[in-house]
């Protein structure tokens, strides 16, 4: 055979097949990384301006309506039960999301974190869905009868307060508890009560996370108003809630890796 012959039915060694397969290696590679508690801290942060929205629209208040309507004391038909239907999804959550975490890798992988707020954001995007295609009254202040009890807005309410699990189960894995995202008094509790309160800022991480999302849920609730009395409906504020959530699920792919925290 000749030379010329040879070269003809030599395999066609293409670049292009190992660039492929290296790009994809080195994405499963940064996929499977762990997520430093500095960086990690900055999405759950933001994830607190989320839950105040949330709960600037209908949902929150969960155990007060529960001891206030097993009383008597609630006039809202059944809101009792709404409210602890509510903690009830909150707490499947929490064993859903842990499970799912140690599942697949812990909490601090960026393939956990990435998969973990993508549930999430699509739970909202179907709760924000229910409302706006009418199957829920999603009108501010409702025009129904406080008499009328409708179960179907158990929907969205378990749906929300199933996927807010997911972030404390995060901040946990990640090592940032003292960022829960979705229980302010907790985190007040905390940040008062810290005897390094007046510490510099750059001595005291742990403050600042908690003042920072101690603002932001506070500032996420007075926006999650005026946006449900500016629109007359709920449901725009769980859009925005839905944006946010999917931009923090994108941003788990670009941030830094564990360090030493």
Known sequence: MSDEEKCESAPNLSPEPLERRNFLQGFSQQLAEEIG????S??????????????????????VFVALGTSGQNNKPFGWARSLFSIGCFVIGCLAFSRFHKLIGGGRRRTTLFFSFLLQTVIVVVAATIIQTGIVDGTYPSRRDPADVDFLELAPIGLLSFQAAGQIVNSRGLGVSEV????ITTLLCDLISDENILQPLRRNVKRNR??????????GAICGGWISKATGAVQPSLWFVAAIKAAITISWLFLGVKTTD
């Open 37 to 40: 508690a500095s960086l990690g």
């Open 42 to 63: 900055i999405p759950l942060i933001a994830c607190c301006f989320a839950t105040g929205l949330t709960d600037g629209t209908l949902y929150n208040g969960n155990t």
């Open 180 to 183: 829960p995202t979705v229980v």
């Open 210 to 219: 908690r003042a920072i999302a101690f603002v932001l849920t506070l500032l």
